[in-house]
Nanobody, 125 residues
Framework: QVHLVESGGELVQAGDSLRLSCVAS??????????MGWFRQASGKEREFVAA???????SYADSVKGRFTISRDNNKTAVYLQMNSLKPVDTAKYYC?????????????????WGQGTQVAVSS
């Protein structure tokens, strides 16, 4: 079992930057096979992929955030961050951290077994 806790969401203005954090914990946590990712869900819309991180540093991004968002892991591989720059009103959503054990780079929400409660990001124009 992996427990995920996100933080960092808040109300910002368009063009601002924000950094989201997600810390993983759990019994017998094996960070070297833990794939982690970020998804988001805007009001009235389906949850969508934002970014994914493999334990060895490989990453993948949704086209809508490429060049603006950066996903990274801490040295212990048990935390994942999402640096969001040049934020736009369309980035307004609840952001969820997700994790699963596996050596791949997962962009489909159904590949993830563990989810955080989410952190709200609101971008005003």
């Amino acid at each position: 079992q992996v427990h995920l806790v996100e933080s960092g969401g808040e109300l910002v203005q368009a063009g601002d930057s924000l950094r989201l954090s997600c810390v993983a914990s759990g019994r017998a946590l094996n960070p070297y096979t833990l794939a982690m990712g970020w998804f988001r869900q805007a009001s009235g819309k389906e949850r969508e992929f934002v970014a994914a991180s493999r334990w060895n540093g490989r990453t993948s991004y949704a086209d809508s955030v490429k060049g603006r968002f950066t996903i990274s892991r801490d040295n212990n591989k048990t935390a994942v961050y999402l640096q969001m720059n040049s934020l736009k009103p369309v980035d307004t959503a609840k952001y969820y951290c997700a994790a699963t054990y596996g050596t791949g780079l997962f962009i489909d929400e159904y590949d993830y077994d563990y989810w955080g409660q989410g952190t709200q990001v609101a971008v005003s124009s």
